[in-house]
C-alpha cells in the first residue's frame, strides 16, 4: 500500500482499499493466502513524519490443528499503527511492510475449524467429528505396544524369538 506525500492535506487523508494478496509474500506450508489485503486507515503527515492509524484485515486457509481439515480464518488488526520518517523529496511512502509484518503477527497459533473440534482419533485416524470409533472402547495403546515392562514401543520386540535352523 502506497500513500501519494505530494500535496499531503494538513488534516490528514483517509485510505480505504486493498493489496493484491502477493503483498504478503509468505512461503509458509499452515497456511494459504488467498484473500486480498483490505485497509481503512487515517493517514496524517506532521512534518517529516508519516503516521497512519486504522484497521487491516484479510482470510487465511489454515489446517485445523485437531483434525486437519482446512479451514478459512478472518485474521485482522484493529490497532494497526504504521510509523515512516519521510525525506521532503519523497514522493511515496510505501506501506506494504507494515501491513505483511501485522497480518503475520495476527496469524494464529494453533487454528481450529471451530472452537469444539474433536480432533482425529490417535489410534485409528478416524475425524471423531464425523463419526465414533471404537477405539476408545477398548485400550488407547495399540496391540504390538503393549507387551514387555519397560512400556517402550520397543519392548514389543524383546518378546519376539528368533528361531536358527
Ligand atoms: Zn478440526
Ligand atoms: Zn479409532
Not at 6 to 14: A, D, K, L, T, W
Not at 28 to 46: H, I, M, Q, W
Not at 80 to 85: G, P, T
Not at 95 to 119: F, S, W
Request: hydrophobic share 35%; glycine share 8%; aromatic share 6%.
Amino acid at each position: 500500500m502506497k500513500i501519494n506525500l505530494r500535496n499531503f492535506p494538513s488534516e490528514g487523508r483517509h485510505y480505504e482499499g486493498e493489496d493484491p494478496v502477493d503483498v504478503l509474500d509468505v512461503a509458509d506450508p499452515g497456511f494459504r493466502f488467498e484473500t486480498p489485503v483490505s485497509y481503512k486507515l487515517n493517514a496524517t503527515l506532521t512534518g517529516h513524519s508519516l503516521v497512519a492509524l486504522g484497521r487491516i484485515w484479510t482470510k487465511v486457509g489454515v489446517a485445523c490443528a485437531r483434525c486437519l481439515k482446512n479451514a478459512d480464518r478472518k485474521v485482522e488488526v484493529t490497532d494497526f499503527v504504521a510509523h515512516q520518517e519521510v525525506t521532503p523529496t519523497q514522493d511515496f511512502a510505501d506501506l506494504t511492510d507494515n501491513l505483511r509484518e501485522d497480518i503475520l503477527l495476527a496469524l494464529p497459533q494453533n487454528p481450529l475449524c471451530n472452537p469444539g473440534c474433536k480432533g482425529l482419533c490417535p489410534v485409528c485416524g478416524q475425524d471423531l467429528n464425523e463419526k465414533t470409533c471404537s477405539c476408545a472402547k477398548r485400550a488407547v495403546v495399540p496391540d504390538g505396544f503393549r507387551g514387555g515392562g519397560t512400556g517402550t514401543p520397543w519392548s514389543a520386540l524383546d518378546q519376539i524369538k528368533i528361531v536358527r535352523k
